[in-house]
């Protein structure tokens, strides 16, 4: 995430350390979004059991596959999220702690 986040303009020079602090430090300012962080990142097990209990009531799919497609699907549904986490949430976060805005539009 930070590799990616150093290509933004206003954190351009940036090591990841820093980077990290500029991130958490802007974070601690909205509780909301650290709120949606944490809920995404505790509704991804129950969420795959669900999905793999679901797929095994309805399909006669064996447990494996039904366990490596829903494995999949999961890693897929992160990778999207953290791609429009990183480049939304997280470009406009930086960039108003590095513009020392504070929870302005």
């Known amino acids: 995430m930070y590799t990616h986040a150093r290509q933004f303009p ?6 990841d350390a820093r980077i990290r602090e500029v991130a958490v430090r802007g974070m601690s300012r909205h ?5 949606i ?13 669900v999905a793999a209990a679901l797929l095994s009531c309805v399909s006669s799919l064996n447990l494996g596959l039904i366990l490596m497609l829903v494995g999949g699907v999961a890693t897929a549904l992160i990778l999207c ?10 470009y406009r976060v930086t960039r108003d ?4 805005r504070l929870g302005e539009p």
């Open 10 to 15: 206003h954190l351009a020079g940036l090591d």
């Open 31 to 35: 509780p909301n979004l650290v709120r």
């Open 37 to 49: 962080h944490r809920l995404r990142s505790a509704a991804i097990m129950p969420g795959m059991i």
């Open 81 to 90: 999220w953290n791609l429009v986490w990183v480049n939304t949430v997280l």
């Open 97 to 100: 702690e590095i513009e020392g």
